[in-house]
């Protein structure tokens, strides 16, 4: 986990082999057994309703919690071989409670590692300017601010910013988004998943919203009671949950979840070759809607009564999509 500073750098990988946590004075470890292994640059998400141990496994990951048995690797070195200070500023931790130091500035707050870490004034001022940058917070607006004077939503954005701060190879986070309404919680999930295709930044994201988990996941971990359910691709998990517990947990017999997941393209591709239909429809044709909308958006415009949607990517038509084209859509990916 050396220094770097050309250009972005891949994440880590995780590799966690039969962990077992037992708190002091309890009966039952609180994680059991658990192996996963996560690869460089994926974004995982672990879901389960209270209790169940994802903050517990989390803080296995970056040793604030010491497993009782079993090993965790980074990059194929075990954490337990490395200094704790060392560990931590490899990886990134964002919590539900923020935790930003109320004395500092915002840019003092993100600036705590990379001053740790000596890096030169310059260099901390260009990199707080660049991930306010990237948390879409303007810096000349936050730079000098105290946490007192941010919202609950910008107080969340300085807390990823700090965590990414020294450029972590892993980010480990928390129920990050539980304390703000449902429409700042969507642009922060845009906004950190904007991160990770643009940092390549390994994720684990606690969480136990299941529409949060399904947006953000390019696999999800279900946990009970300590231990993995399943684990896969959201669109995988809904259309096969392997228990009902999970069935029930993910509420996967709810198509509209479905569709939130499939984007427009995909239903066209089925139907290129019908793209003569085009004419015929274009009377009750909708205004069309970005390739990579969701098919629930589709759906909601043919409810209003359009007989076909039609689907642009870049001002130009790709094509246009029926009830059928969804209807057919969910069916296939629930083979
Ligand atoms: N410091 C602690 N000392 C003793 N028991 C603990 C401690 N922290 C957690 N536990 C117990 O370990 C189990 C797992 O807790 P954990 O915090 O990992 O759950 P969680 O899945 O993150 O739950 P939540 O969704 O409520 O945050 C619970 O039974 C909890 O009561
Ligand atoms: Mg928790």
Known sequence: MSEHRDGPRRGASIDARDVAVRYAESDRNAVDDMSLGVEAGEFIVLLGPSGCGKSTFLRTINRLVIPAAGTIAVDGRNVGDVTPEELRRGIGYVIQA????????????IAVVPRLLHWDRARIAARVDE????????????RGRYPRELSGGEAQRVGVA????????????????GAVDAIVRLALQDETLRIHRALGTTII???HDVDEALRLADRIVVMREGKIEQTGAPLRILAHPATPYVEKLLDAKDAVRRLQLLRARDAIQTRVERSTTLEAT???M??????????RDALSLLLQGASAVAVSEDGRTLGTLTFEDVRTAIAAQAQ
């Open 282 to 284: 274009e009377n009750t």
């Open 98 to 109: 923020v935790g930003l130091f109320p004395h500092l500035t915002v840019a003092q707050n």
């Open 162 to 177: 700090r965590a990414l701060a020294a450029e972590p190879r892993v980010l480990l986070m928390d129920e990050p988004f």
């Open 131 to 142: 991930l306010l940058g990237l948390t879409q917070l303007e810096p000349e607006r936050y």
């Open 205 to 207: 994201f606690v969480t």
């Open 286 to 295: 909708s205004a069309p809607i970005d390739a990579d909308a969701s098919l």
